[in-house]
C-alpha cells in the first residue's frame, strides 16, 4: 500500500472546493461528488497509516523519556551516594583529628604531670641529701673536736708534741 500525504489530500479537497461552483445567492459550492468520494476513500487508507506512525514515533519518544529518566535517576543515586561518601570521609577526618587533638592535649598533660612529678623528687632527693650532708657535717664537727680533745690531752700530759698547722674551718 502507497503512503499518501494527508495534507496533500487535504489540499486537494482545498482545490477542489475550489474549483467548485457557487449557487447564487447562497453560502454553497457545488464540487465533483465522484472527485471528493475518491479524496475522501484515499483519506480513509491515509489516516489509519499515519496514525500507526504517529503511535510509533510517540512509543518511541515514551521509550526514549523512559531510558532518560531512568539514567537520569542513576545519575542522581550516584550523585548521592558520593556525596554521602564524601560527607563520611569528612566526618571520619574531622572525628580523626578531633581524637588526635584530644590524644595531643593529654599526652602534654601527662608529660607536665610527669615533669611536675619529677621536679618534685629532685627537689626531695636534694633535701635528704642536704640534711644528710648536715648530719655528716656535725658528725665530722663532733670529730673534729674530740681529735682536738684528744690532741690537747696529748700534748698536756708532757710529751712535747710538733707544733700544729692550722685546723681547717667548720
Request: a negative charge; zero cysteines.
Amino acid at each position: 500500500m502507497i503512503a499518501i500525504d494527508v495534507l496533500y489530500l487535504v489540499d486537494r479537497l482545498e482545490a477542489l472546493l475550489g474549483k467548485g461552483w457557487r449557487v447564487p445567492m447562497t453560502t454553497k459550492t457545488m464540487i465533483d461528488e465522484d472527485e471528493f468520494l475518491d479524496i475522501v476513500d484515499q483519506m480513509r487508507i491515509a489516516f489509519p497509516e499515519e496514525i500507526k506512525q504517529a503511535k510509533k514515533i510517540v512509543q518511541e519518544r515514551d521509550r526514549i523519556t523512559a531510558q532518560a529518566q531512568e539514567e537520569a535517576q542513576r545519575i542522581v543515586e550516584f550523585a548521592k551516594e558520593d556525596a554521602a561518601r564524601l560527607v563520611s570521609e569528612h566526618a571520619v577526618v574531622k572525628a580523626a583529628q578531633q581524637t588526635a587533638a584530644q590524644i595531643t592535649q593529654q599526652a602534654n598533660a601527662t608529660a607536665m604531670q610527669t615533669r611536675q612529678g619529677a621536679d618534685d623528687y629532685a627537689a626531695q632527693a636534694l633535701k635528704d641529701l642536704q640534711a644528710r650532708l648536715d648530719q655528716v657535717i656535725q658528725q665530722v664537727s663532733a670529730l673534729q673536736i674530740q681529735i682536738n680533745n684528744g690532741l690537747d690531752v696529748i700534748e698536756g700530759q708532757g710529751a712535747p708534741v710538733a707544733p700544729r698547722e692550722s685546723e681547717p674551718d667548720s
